[in-house]
C-alpha cells in the first residue's frame, strides 16, 4: 500500500518537476512590434514605461520556448509537438512598452492584456480575450471564448463565434460580429458602430455621436439599445417577424403595442446620428437609458 | 513596409496610384500580416466610407472577376503564386467589395421607394461571387482540418450550420418579396458572416 502511495505521488510529481521556469529580458524599441504565439494555457500581457520586454513563466513538459528580437521587432512563443492540445498548458507574463504594437496568437489559451496605448491583434481558437486601455487600434478573434474590451479605444473590431462579445467604455470605431455569440455593449459613446450577430443578441446602452450611426443586424437575436432619451437621430428599424417596442418617451412614434413585420422609420430631435437595426425575426426594443 | 506605413497608403493602393515598387511592397507585407488584411477591410467598410458615397449609384456587376483577375495577373508576374495567401486576401478583397455594394443597398431610402422592383442583378452577382469565395475557402478548410482540433472543427461546423440556415431563410423570404432592400441586406449579411468564417477558420489551419 505505501508504495502504492510513493508511485503514486512520483507520478503526479513528474509533470511539476519538468515544468520549464522562464525569466528573460532584452531591449527593445518603445513602438516595437511584437508576436506572441502561446497556444495553451495563459498569456498575460502587460504594458510598462521601459524599452525592454521582460518575460517570466513556466513552460509545459515537452515544450521549448523561444525568444528573440532586437530594435523594432521581437517575437516569442512556446512550441509543442502538437498544438491542437489543451493541456499541458504554458503561461507566459510578457511585459512589453506600453506603446508597442503586439500580436497574439493563441489556441486554448485565454489572453490578457493591460496597460497598452498602441495596436493589439489577438486570435485564439476557443480562449478567451481580455483586454483592457486606451489602445488605438483592438482586432481581436475568437472562434469559442469570450471577447471582453474595456476601456475608450479609437477603433475595435471584435469577432467571435459562440463566446459572448462585451465592450465597456467603447469610444470611437467599433465592429462587432459573432455567430451565436451576445454582443453587449456598455457606457458605450460610439460615432460609427456596426454591431452583427446571427442567432445571438445584441444589447446597446450609451450614446452616438451626433453625427455617427449606429447599426445592429441580427437574424433571430433580439435587440435592445438604450439610448439617451433626448437623442437627435433617425431611425430605421425593421424586423420582418420579429416585434419592435420604441420606449423613447415623448418621442414620435411612442408606440405602447408592438409593430411587427413592418419597418418603422421616424426622426427625434433635429436629427443627425443614424440609428439602424434590421433583424429577421428578432425583437426590437428602443430604450431610454 | 510595415503596418503603419502600409496603413498610411490604403486609400493610394485602393485608389491604383501606389507607385509599382511600393505596391509590391505593400502586397507583400499584406500577404503575411492578418491584422493589415483585417484594418484594409475595416477601412473601406461601410462605416468608414458612408458619408462620401451616393445615395443612388449602382455598384458594377462584375467588381470582383475584374479584382481577381488583377491581383492573379500582378502576383504572376512576381512569380509569388500563393494558393492559402490569395484565399484570404481574396476574402478581404470580397469583403470590401460587397460592404461597398451592402452601403449602396442599405443608403437607399428605407423603406424601399419601389417595392416591387425585382432583386438587382448586383445582389446576384454578389451572391454567386460570395459563393465561390466559399467553395474555395471551404477547399482550403478541408486541407487545413488536420491541423485543427476535433473540438474546433466541431464548433466551426456548428457555426456554419446557424449561418446556413440563416441565410437559408433569408433567401427563402427574398424570394417571397423580391424588391424587399432589407432582406437583400440580410442575405449579404448572413454571406459576409460565412465567408468571414471560413476565412477565420482556415488562417486558424494555417502553420505560424
Known amino acids: 500500500m505505501r508504495r502504492h502511495l510513493v508511485a503514486m505521488l512520483l507520478v503526479l510529481a513528474a509533470p511539476l518537476a519538468a515544468q520549464q521556469k522562464i525569466e528573460r529580458r532584452i531591449a527593445i524599441a518603445p513602438d516595437a512590434s511584437i508576436r506572441i504565439t502561446n497556444m495553451a494555457g495563459l498569456t498575460r500581457i502587460t504594458g510598462w514605461d521601459a524599452d525592454s520586454i521582460a518575460v517570466t513563466g513556466s513552460v509545459a513538459p515537452g515544450a521549448g520556448f523561444f525568444f528573440g528580437g532586437r530594435g523594432q521587432v521581437a517575437k516569442m512563443g512556446v512550441e509543442r509537438r502538437d498544438e491542437t492540445l489543451a ?34 491583434e489577438c486570435v485564439s481558437v476557443s480562449g478567451s480575450i481580455r483586454v483592457e486601455g486606451s489602445l488605438k487600434l483592438l482586432i481581436a ?41 451576445a454582443i453587449v455593449v456598455t457606457d458605450g459613446a460610439v460615432v460609427r458602430a456596426h454591431l452583427e ?67 418603422v422609420s421616424f426622426v427625434t430631435g433635429q436629427g443627425g446620428s443614424h440609428v439602424i437595426v434590421r433583424s429577421f425575426k428578432g425583437e426590437i426594443r428602443i430604450l431610454k437609458r | 513596409m510595415n503596418c503603419s506605413e502600409l496603413r498610411d497608403r490604403f486609400d493610394a493602393y485602393v485608389a491604383g496610384t501606389l507607385p509599382d515598387a511600393e505596391s509590391a511592397a505593400f502586397e507583400s507585407h499584406l500577404d503575411g500580416c492578418l491584422a493589415c488584411q483585417e484594418a484594409l477591410a475595416l477601412q473601406h467598410r461601410p462605416l468608414g466610407a458612408v458619408g462620401t458615397l451616393p445615395r443612388s449609384v449602382a455598384p458594377p456587376a462584375d467588381l470582383w472577376p475584374g479584382i481577381a483577375r488583377a491581383l492573379a495577373s500582378r502576383r504572376r508576374l512576381r512569380g509569388r503564386v500563393m494558393l492559402p495567401a490569395w484565399l484570404l486576401a481574396a476574402a478581404a478583397e470580397l469583403l470590401v467589395a460587397a460592404s461597398a455594394a451592402g452601403t449602396l443597398l442599405l443608403l437607399r ?24 469565395a466559399s467553395a474555395e475557402l471551404t477547399r482550403a478548410l478541408e486541407q487545413a482540418r488536420p491541423r485543427l482540433a476535433a473540438g474546433t472543427v466541431a464548433t466551426i461546423e456548428r457555426s456554419l450550420r446557424i449561418i446556413d440556415a440563416a441565410l437559408a431563410e433569408s433567401r427563402e423570404a427574398l424570394a417571397r418579396d423580391p424588391g424587399n432592400q432589407g432582406l437583400a441586406q440580410l442575405v449579404v449579411a448572413a454571406w459576409r458572416q460565412k465567408v468571414d468564417l471560413l476565412r477565420r477558420a482556415t488562417e486558424l489551419g494555417k502553420a505560424d
Open chain 1, 87 to 120: 493541456e499541458p498548458g504554458s503561461t507566459l507574463e510578457v511585459k512589453v512598452p506600453r506603446g508597442a504594437r503586439v500580436f497574439v496568437k493563441s489556441g486554448t489559451a485565454n489572453i490578457e492584456v493591460t496597460g497598452l496605448r498602441g495596436e493589439v
Open chain 1, 197 to 263: 450577430t446571427v442567432s445571438g443578441t445584441i444589447a446597446f446602452d450609451g450614446s452616438v455621436d451626433p453625427r455617427g450611426t449606429l447599426e445592429s443586424v441580427t437574424h433571430s437575436g433580439d435587440v435592445t439599445l438604450r439610448l439617451p432619451p433626448d437623442i437627435s437621430a433617425e431611425f430605421d428599424l425593421e424586423s420582418f417577424d420579429g416585434a419592435i417596442v420604441v420606449g423613447l418617451a415623448g418621442k414620435k412614434p411612442d408606440r405602447e403595442k408592438p409593430l411587427k413585420g413592418k419597418p
Open chain 1, 141 to 181: 478573434e475568437s472562434m469559442e471564448g469570450n471577447l471582453n474590451a474595456s476601456g475608450p479605444m479609437d477603433v475595435v473590431q471584435l469577432k467571435g463565434g459562440a463566446g459572448t462579445i462585451t465592450l465597456r467604455g467603447a469610444r470611437g470605431d467599433i465592429m462587432a460580429s459573432t455567430v451565436g455569440g
Open chain 2, 109 to 132: 431610402r428605407w423603406p424601399p421607394v419601389h417595392p416591387s422592383v425585382q432583386p438587382s442583378s448586383n445582389l446576384t452577382a454578389l451572391e454567386s461571387q460570395y459563393s465561390a
